[in-house]
């Protein structure tokens, strides 16, 4: 292999596990301007009842908006379905307990 190769497949490599495990960034930029008074006010207002940037929430607002759907999966669905489950609290319950033997202090 010629030493060019060798170079840019290196470079390559090392391109490629920096980004392993990372999020996916967004190539694309938008400035938006003239946004009327009222409409900034209720996205801050929701970025701060949802504990999100204001970015996140426009963001979330506009795949809402054009997509229909949410990036994030929704589970309240799943609210007051729990089932209490004897062998499920029983296992919780023997997890929970402390082995003094295993915490010897020196």
Same mark, same amino acid.
């Given at each position: 292999?010629?030493? +060019?190769?060798?170079?840019?497949?290196?470079?390559?490599?090392?391109?490629?596990?920096?980004?392993?495990?990372?999020?996916?960034?967004?190539?694309?930029?938008?400035?938006? +301007?003239?946004?009327?008074?009222?409409?900034?006010?209720?996205?801050?207002?929701?970025?701060? +009842?949802?504990?999100?940037?204001?970015?996140?929430?426009?963001?979330?607002?506009?795949?809402?908006?054009?997509?229909?759907?949410?990036?994030?999966?929704?589970?309240?669905?799943?609210?007051?379905?729990?089932?209490?489950?004897?062998?499920?609290?029983?296992?919780?319950?023997?997890? +929970?307990?402390?082995?003094?033997?295993?915490?010897?202090?020196?």
């Amino acid at each position: 292999m010629s030493r +060019r190769l060798v170079s840019f497949l290196a470079t390559r490599a090392c391109t490629l596990c920096y980004h392993v495990g990372m999020r996916k960034q967004a190539v694309l930029q938008y400035t938006i +301007r003239g946004v009327p008074p009222e409409v900034d006010r209720a996205l801050r207002q929701r970025a701060f +009842r949802r504990k999100m940037s204001l970015n996140q929430v426009v963001l979330d607002e506009l795949i809402q908006a054009t997509v229909g759907r949410t990036r994030k999966a929704i589970f309240s669905d799943l609210v007051g379905r729990w089932t209490p489950d004897a062998a499920y609290d029983k296992i919780v319950t023997m997890q +929970r307990q402390i082995d003094w033997d295993k915490w010897i202090v020196t």
